[in-house]
């Protein structure tokens, strides 16, 4: 059975930095698209950003272009979420999501695995 577990959520000030990791276990993903959601409080969950299988492929939403990066180790099968010049507005549970076959996916509905997610809370 595949596991998502998404780490290095917390409490930032607005400006700062923080880094998600999301632990793929039971079987590898390596072959599919992985992505990043967030919902914010009362609000629905809103794509954030994908990357391709080889990592070299990547997209982003609009609100966190610049300031966000997608990366994976496939060797770790893991997926990161650099997350720089935090906003309030970014404060959100963040969710992980694997097994996207088109590669870079932005529909919610293309993916097959979520993790638990994880609290980002921004200060202002």
């Known amino acids: 059975q595949v596991q998502l577990v998404e780490s290095g959520g917390g409490l930032v000030q607005a400006g700062g930095s923080l880094r998600l990791s999301c632990q793929v276990s039971?079987?590898?993903?390596?072959?599919?698209?992985m992505g990043w959601f967030r919902q914010p409080p009362g609000k629905e969950r809103e794509f954030v950003s994908t990357?391709?299988?080889?990592?070299?492929?990547?997209y982003y939403a609009d609100s966190v272009k610049g300031r966000f990066t997608i990366s994976r180790d496939k060797a770790k099968n893991t997926v990161y979420l650099q997350m720089t010049s935090l906003k309030a507005e970014d404060t959100a549970v963040y969710y992980c999501?694997?097994?996207?076959?088109?590669?870079?996916?932005?529909?919610?509905?293309?993916?097959?695995?979520w993790g638990q997610g994880t609290q980002v809370t921004v200060s202002s």
């Open positions: 039971g079987r590898t993903l390596s072959t599919y698209g």
């Open positions: 999501a694997g097994g996207a076959r088109s590669g870079i996916a932005i529909n919610d509905r293309e993916y097959d695995y």
């Open positions: 990357v391709n299988w080889s990592g070299a492929n990547t």
